[in-house]
């Protein structure tokens, strides 16, 4: 199964970027499968919150197995750098972009059509209730963070801290499960039967996923100068793994699904905290960077403007989205240039 690695291998030069080519090539196939069970009936918070969080967090949860195999010194660290990294940019520049150059509104107008049947009267009500999904996530992004932040305030983040992150983590998936049951038996609704076939092909992205991200921290690891190196990986693996979360939130704003853009980038935030973030305190202790507090006090601004705009206007505005992207760059500049 690896004789394609060779290959790519055999390339020289050119083999860290056509990884990086299978591993984008991998997470889009989740989009093409994403719009095949959106065609089946499940809406977009749904998506958003079950299913494509662990698609465009897949290359996390698998960074932080691999950087859990490595014995280099400081690897703990470099996860936490990769999870800070990716939901700030997440809840900044992803959302901001978008916020610019789209609409991010969740009550886009509708026509007037006189009397409305009782389809319409549902379909005029799903705006309603996928904002009040979408706060209620965001709330569980500022109880996360918040959850972190104060675990890791003596520095470290061992094992009794990860059990407390897993497990928050998996009280609220099943939450979210049950809330699809109790809304299929609801409105009695099925899964599709194209499911089994969706979840295979995401079995096969997930591979390949895995392989490219495993060559790449290997290669990554074995340079220990210039900017592409080891004291840098963290910050490296964060931005790969966003690419996906980019691709997706451009890809649903230029077709006008805002609130797919907003759960999916506010749900893979949970993949990195809690749940990378806890699963590798359970093998081993995370000592946190120092641009730990600054990251986290970001992702709190950046989610409480959010809920506020999201709350009390039901949309993102272009201004916003500009101050949004230039929090990210502050970031960038106090986490690694300065």
Known sequence: MHFWIHSIEATGAWSPWIFVGVFLAASLLTIWRLESMSAGGLEGTVIGTLVTPYMTGMGNLIFAFVMARTTLEGASTEVMKS??????TNMTLVLGVPAIFWSMNLFPARKNSGRKSAKSKKTSNAPAINRLSLLLTLLA???FTGITWFLGADGRIDRTDGVVLVGIFLFWQCFHVFEVL????QQHKHFNAMLPFDLALFGVGAYFVYASTDWLSAWVSSRHTGFVSFNNIGWLAG???VLPNAILAIYYAWTRRPEVVYTSQVGDSHICIPLCVGVFALFKTIAVPSFFALGVLILLAAT???IIFIGAFGRLPRYMGCILA???FYFVWRGLLQ
């Open 239 to 241: 931005w790969l793994n």
């Open 326 to 328: 230039a929090a990210y």
């Open 304 to 306: 409480i403007v959010h």
């Open 83 to 88: 999870c800070l990294v990716n939901n700030v």
């Open 182 to 185: 109790k809304s299929n038996a």
């Open 141 to 143: 992004v500022l109880f």
